[in-house]
């Protein structure tokens, strides 16, 4: 079953926070490993 639109997708804290750091300081590091299957991938994580 997917998630409501209303709600918005689900992102991990701690992945976010790593995604955050990675655009404020222009790091093109590359690949960030992740367990976190509960989490939405959103278009600030690609590319």
């Given amino acids: 079953m997917a998630r409501s639109l209303k709600k918005g997708p689900y992102i991990e804290a701690k992945l976010e926070a ?3 750091s ?11 490993k992740t367990w976190s299957r509960r ?3 959103t ?3 690609v590319g």
Avoid at 22 to 32: D, E, N, P, T
């Fill in 22 to 32: 990675m655009i404020a300081g222009k790091s093109k590091k590359g690949v960030i």
């Fill in 39 to 41: 989490s939405t991938i």
């Fill in 43 to 45: 278009p600030d994580f």
């Fill in 18 to 20: 790593k995604v955050m």
